[in-house]
């Protein structure tokens, strides 16, 4: 009886559970066919690398080695949807028929009898409007399209994703601070040096550039970078970051000393994951990039010498130092520019301090000088001969300070262009000589 129960109990069970799966066959069935529709939809809308969390953008998509943007395109008020062929594209309106005045009947009567064996009447007038090559070619200007790029094109894309100019300077810092150390010159390790420190600031410029394309494109002045026209991808960009990083961290750490590569990591660490983001929180990102611009030259010191000491902090002082009247003047006339990209500048939200720290730091670098031979760096020829343009750039930022103007500000940055350069040239022929060359020459 028990066991006559139990089995009516597992038959009904089963014949349920029968019923669950022939339900559920027609949507498994129904959810396959999705699967296969979804592989088989357009290569554009296929999951890619930024659907990672890590790389996600949404301005482009990858597809087949070539770029693609996925913004929608732009409506064009006058011309219709046209397929983009080579065939002629034309658009017909019609228009109502406009009655032809009293002593026009007759000619208009005449050509209408010629015309009507062939071309049959209506009550409207077909208005026929052709595109011009020219209306065409900028009309597919303003849609979105692939791009392609060239091999050729490539060393002058990475030049502008690693910023060679700024990189340049990076680099030129750096020898200054190598060739100011109190040591013999070692050519295998200055060019280890140098090659080490342009391949982490390269790395720095292009991760930058790969975190702030949707900002960059409301300034005229970032809108032409290669990530914000779509030049390359942004993976590409990555790749490109992490080709020039690592191999510049390791030829600093393994060819050069530890400490070295340790403050290459450093700045590429501050320069990415500080200053960036804190553009657009705060205006303490200025003292940030100042402290990251004040590296290089203390790296090409610890290249020479393995150690930390005085002078290198003495020569990150005057790097530290001259990136406020630098920057400030160079931002004053871009305020609205960084307005627009969402930038928190000094310029922009707090105009006065702006002038007010570029003052300062531009006297600043008179102080600097003169601790230069106290700290027996240089000879106490250095501040004398350094005093004309520590001098000069003081009295710009003075101007700057009391006018406020595009134009005291345009003569304070085009001076500190040149300000630099002076200044390292000066104190490296006011270099002190080192014990053992004394010693040698007696």
Request: glycine share 6%; charged share 15%.
């Amino acid at each position: 009886m028990y066991k006559t129960q139990c089995s009516r109990l597992t038959g009904l069970f089963g014949v349920s559970i029968k019923q669950k799966l022939l339900g559920c066959g027609p949507q498994c069935k129904q959810t396959a066919r999705s699967l296969v529709l979804l592989h088989r939809r357009h290569p554009s809308h296929w999951m890619t690398y930024q659907h990672l969390n890590f790389l996600k953008r949404q301005y482009v998509s990858k597809n087949l080695g070539e770029l693609q943007q996925r913004a929608a395109p732009k409506r064009v008020a006058v011309i219709a949807d046209l397929d983009e062929n080579d065939s002629d594209e034309r658009q017909v309106q019609r228009i109502p028929t406009i009655e032809p005045a009293a002593d026009e009947v007759s000619s208009t009567t005449e050509v209408a009898q010629e015309t009507s064996s062939t071309v049959p009447m209506s009550d409207e007038t077909p208005h026929m409007v052709v595109e011009t090559d020219e209306g065409r070619e900028a009309r597919l200007d303003r849609q979105w399209k692939q791009l392609k790029v060239e091999a050729t094109d490539l060393p002058d894309i990475y030049a502008r994703l690693a910023k060679f100019k700024l990189t340049a300077l990076v680099v030129t810092t750096a020898a200054a601070g190598y060739a100011m150390a109190p040591v013999p010159f070692d050519p295998a390790i200055f060019l280890a040096t140098c090659l080490g420190t342009g391949l982490a600031s390269s790395a720095a410029n292009s991760i930058n550039q790969y975190f702030e394309v949707p900002f960059d494109s409301n300034m005229n002045r970032t809108k032409n970078r290669p990530l914000v026209r779509g030049q390359i991808s942004p993976l590409h960009a990555v790749a490109f970051a992490l080709a020039c990083g690592v191999p510049g961290v390791a030829l600093l750490t393994y060819a050069v000393n530890p400490l070295t590569g340790f403050l290459g990591a450093l700045n590429i660490l501050l320069y990415t994951c500080c200053y960036t983001p804190l553009k657009r929180l705060t205006i303490a990102n200025t003292w940030a990039g100042a402290v990251v611009g004040a590296i290089p030259p203390v790296m090409g010191w610890t290249a020479a010498t393995g150690s930390l000491d005085p002078g290198a902090l003495l020569l990150g002082g005057f790097l530290y130092s001259w990136q406020f009247p630098h920057f400030n003047a160079l931002s004053w006339n871009l305020r609205e520019d960084y307005s627009r990209g969402g930038y928190r500048m000094m310029s922009v939200t707090h105009p006065a301090l702006c002038r007010r720290v570029a003052l300062r730091h531009s006297a600043a670098l008179g102080g600097l000088a003169a601790a230069a031979p106290i700290l027996g760096i240089t000879t106490w020829t250095f501040p004398l001969v350094s005093l004309p343009i520590n001098a000069y750039i003081t009295l710009l930022a003075f101007h700057f300070y009391r006018k406020g103007d595009r134009a005291s500000a345009r003569n304070l940055f085009f001076c500190s262009l040149w300000h630099l350069p002076m200044l390292l040239l000066l104190a490296l022929t006011c270099k002190k000589a080192r014990d053992d060359d004394t010693v040698s020459t007696s």
